[in-house]
């Protein structure tokens, strides 16, 4: 069992107490996380980078997600949350860095999974290659960038859409394999619409 203890909260946002990460999610309460979308200003215009989970998730396996992204434990702050993008990603990023869109509430709930966050939503302007990344493999198995324009377009058309990525998943014997494929709603984390027109608002609100 993962002792990992989260802060709890109500539908408020008042903190009520604290549990264990797995009494969190079986009885669908209220916690936070930390969420870091990498973008990037190309010649084409603006990009943003998805990771692919790694197929050790317990959770979504192997299904498309945010840049970088975790939970926050009881005794740590917002601050802290940076930490997910050394551990997950290997770049080094500094909070002060980082452009605030706010907290976005939201839930996912499958069977016996109940995700109920409050995420604390960053956005980072990416000045690495993809050679530069180094990936934490039990949590991460590629990285791939999309047009923001693409990635907007996309999550408005809904399911029957599809969104072109480009960049690389590590195969099991640590040898990085290129991607450049179109994807579908299938293979995204099934986050609520809502949240992702949130952040789309948020990024276009920064690079008018």
């Known amino acids: 069992m993962n002792e990992e203890l989260l802060a709890t909260f109500d539908e408020q946002g008042n903190r009520t107490g604290a549990a264990p990460r797995d009494e969190v999610h079986r009885r669908g309460l209220w916690h936070e996380t930390f969420h870091c979308w990498f973008v990037r200003m190309d010649v084409s215009g603006l990009m943003i980078y998805l990771q692919l989970r790694s197929l050790q998730k317990r959770d979504y396996a192997g ?5 970088a992204a975790g939970h926050l434990l009881a005794d740590e702050t917002v601050r802290d949350g940076v930490r997910e993008v050394q551990e997950e990603l290997g770049i080094a990023v500094a909070f002060d860095g980082l452009k605030p869109l706010g907290v976005i509430p939201y839930q996912m709930d499958t069977a016996g999974f109940i995700d109920r966050e409050r995420a604390h939503v960053f956005v980072y302007e990416n ?19 999309a047009r923001f324009a693409d990635l907007r377009s996309f999550i408005i058309n809904g399911a029957s859409s599809k969104l072109h990525v480009e960049g690389f998943r590590v195969a099991d014997n640590g040898e990085r394999i290129m991607l450049d494929e179109q994807v579908d709603f299938t293979q995204f984390v099934p986050h609520e619409r809502e949240y992702y027109m949130r952040v789309i608002e948020g990024i276009e609100a920064l690079y008018r």
């Open 63 to 67: 299904l498309l997600d945010i840049t």
């Open 127 to 145: 000045r690495y290659a993809l050679s530069e990344f180094t990936l934490q493999q039990e949590e991460v198995a590629g990285i791939v960038q």
